[in-house]
């Protein structure tokens, strides 16, 4: 069982740059690939990025590439999503999830946050 906490969200103006947290709960959470992602009123909620538990390989998806970065602190039992250069087009709210598996789907991961939300003003 994992227990996820996000939080380092708010209201930024274009340009800036939030660091988003999930801390973990539980003793196996190195075992865990770890995923963010985001909702926006009336979308779907998609991966933006995510990071394996055996070699810390990282996925991102197209928008994010080169301006968000994911990384894991097992120790700290946390993961990481800093991003930069934000737009308003990444409103939405930010959720961490976590699996046994390395997947991209939502309905692949057993384990959520409740979310952080993020505001970007033009």
């Known amino acids: 069982q994992v227990q996820l906490l996000e939080s380092g969200g708010g209201l930024v103006q274009a340009g800036g740059s939030l660091r988003l947290s999930c801390a973990a709960s539980?003793?196996?959470?190195?075992?865990?690939?770890v995923g963010w992602f985001r909702q926006a009123p009336g979308n779907e909620r998609t991966m933006v990025a995510s990071?394996?538990?055996?070699?810390?390989?990282?996925f991102y998806e197209d928008s994010v590439k080169g301006r968000f970065t994911i990384s894991r602190d097992n120790a700290k039992k946390t993961v990481y999503l800093q991003m930069n250069s934000l737009k308003p087009d990444d409103t939405a709210k930010y959720y961490c999830?976590?699996?046994?598996?390395?997947?991209?789907?939502?309905?692949?991961?057993?384990?959520w946050g409740h979310g952080t939300q993020v505001t970007v003003s033009s």
């Open positions: 990071i394996n538990y055996s070699d810390n390989s990282t």
């Open positions: 999830a976590a699996n046994d598996g390395w997947y991209k789907a939502p309905w692949e991961y057993d384990y």
């Open positions: 539980g003793r196996t959470f190195s075992r865990y690939a």
